[in-house]
T-cell receptor, first 109, second 113 residues
Framework: GQNIDQPTEMTATEGAIVQINCTYQ??????LFWYQQHAGEAPTFLSY????GLEEKGRFSSFLSRSKGYSYLLLKELQMKDSASYLC??????????FGAGTTVTVRA | TAGITQAPTSQILAAGRSMTLRCTQD?????MYWYRQDLGLGLRLIHY???????GKGEVPDGYSVSRANTDDFPLTLASAVPSQTSVYFC????????????FGPGTRLTVL
């Protein structure tokens, strides 16, 4: 099976920066996704990386290193509305998505 | 546009009963998926359909069946529910197929007693 690891919880202060790491071991690789999920809601797409490097999208950036099986999601200028779970998902060689258990980020005033 | 809709929003079901969870999308997406989400385990793929008329098994297909008679609808059926099927079920779709980004419906919370 697939193995995707990310921290369970992180806490940060409003206005600060938080980095959520994700390591993976999968059968083949066809891209890595980050989703945001507020409590009781559906996951919503944040970012996609298929090549090594950094993808920046406003306050959110995502980094990928395929050789290390590693990605991170960087959340800058944290706002209270960023309190949510962040899901790392890897698309394997069969184009199936495997998800990590998610990282719950709590933003404190 | 509505995107992806799921029904019901929540349901309590007696063990041994059957149940069909409905999923409809109005985006003309080719591929559709069913996931379950359990605390501490993340989303797990139950069944998928890359295009109308075809279906495939995911990571946890036992106890579930699907059909894809047309592009828009992808119902998930539990023939005889068991308490371990208590979960939140999400339907998702992607435009061109498995190579595209998946977008999720609002979910169905199912409790089997």
């Amino acid at each position: 099976g697939q193995n995707i690891d990310q921290p369970t919880e992180m806490t940060a202060t409003e206005g600060a920066i938080v980095q959520i790491n994700c390591t993976y071991q999968t059968s083949g690789f066809n891209g890595l996704f980050w989703y945001q999920q507020h409590a009781g809601e559906a996951p919503t797409f944040l970012s996609y990386n298929v090549l090594d490097g950094l993808e920046e999208k406003g306050r959110f950036s995502s980094f990928l290193s395929r050789s290390k099986g590693y990605s991170y999601l960087l959340l800058k200028e944290l706002q209270m509305k960023d309190s949510a779970s962040y899901l790392c998902a890897v698309r394997d060689g069969d184009y199936k998505l495997s998800f990590g258990a998610g990282t719950t980020v709590t933003v404190r005033a | 546009t509505a995107g992806i809709t799921q029904a019901p929003t929540s349901q309590i079901l007696a063990a041994g009963r059957s149940m069909t969870l409905r999923c409809t999308q109005d985006m003309r997406h080719n591929a559709m998926y069913w996931y379950r989400q359990d605390l501490g385990l993340g989303l797990r793929l139950i069944h998928y359909s890359n295009t109308a008329g075809t279906t495939g098994k995911g990571e946890v297909p036992d106890g579930y069946s699907v059909s894809r008679a047309n592009t828009d609808d992808f119902p998930l059926t539990l023939a005889s529910a068991v308490p371990s099927q208590t979960s939140v079920y999400f339907c998702a779709s992607s435009a061109g197929g498995p190579t595209d980004t998946q977008y999720f419906g609002p979910g169905t919370r199912l409790t089997v007693l």
